[in-house]
């Protein structure tokens, strides 16, 4: 159980990637109160909150419905999780866990953000959309596991949270550099998770099998 935790921690950490998103929410915000940031914060963790946790629980209703069997799960989710870690490791900005060019200078102009872009792309993203059901498909069946992975997206969720609320003091101690050098290091991690996914995918979709 601990180990599972730990996984799903680490794959939701890489996902969201809190850092990236307090630096993104500081520079949205910079002419706001204090109390709004304070709103958008709590209402943009509420909402991605919302919406991972349904993409947790019906995960396996969508699987069923779509016909998506587990190995292709695996394989697709990992795949995808291994192109969001490269783009980590190169410090690149990844549609799928952060906003395009396009999307950042729309919600600059917007006056609330908490749903776009913070709730989501910034928080819920495709990535972590994807990584949630991969880690709920992973411990069907068992109770215990379907809990942890649960229990680590709360989790997250608070630590995110808090690093909205120090998004400013957040900024300016790492800066620019010290996020990045956090981005390639959780991108390593992602990579490795992703190609295991793969492997683990394919070995049990029996195309292997002669």
Known sequence: MLEIAGV?????????GPFDVAAV???????????DRRSYAVRG????????????LTGDILLAGFGISMPAL???????????????????????ITTTTEEFDEARLKHDISVFPLAT?????????????????????????????????LAM????????LTASQIHRFLGVTGIQVIMRISGIL??????QYIFDGIAQSGLLVQ
């Open 25 to 35: 929410f500081a520079v949205l915000t910079s002419s706001a109160t204090p109390e």
């Open 45 to 56: 963790i509420l909402i991605a909150s919302a919406i991972l946790g349904v993409f947790a």
């Open 121 to 153: 792309p910034l928080i819920a993203g495709p990535g972590t959309m994807g990584a949630v059901i991969l880690l709920m498909a992973d411990a069907q069946g068992n109770f215990g596991h379907q809990a942890a992975v649960l229990l680590a997206l």
């Open 74 to 96: 695996r394989t697709a989710g990992g795949v995808l999780l291994l192109l969001i870690g490269i783009d980590m490791v190169f410090a690149r900005s990844s549609g799928a």
């Open 8 to 16: 799903a921690l680490a794959t939701l950490f890489t996902t969201i």
């Open 157 to 164: 969720m608070l630590f995110t949270l808090l690093a909205l």
């Open 190 to 195: 992602l990579t490795s998770l992703a190609v």
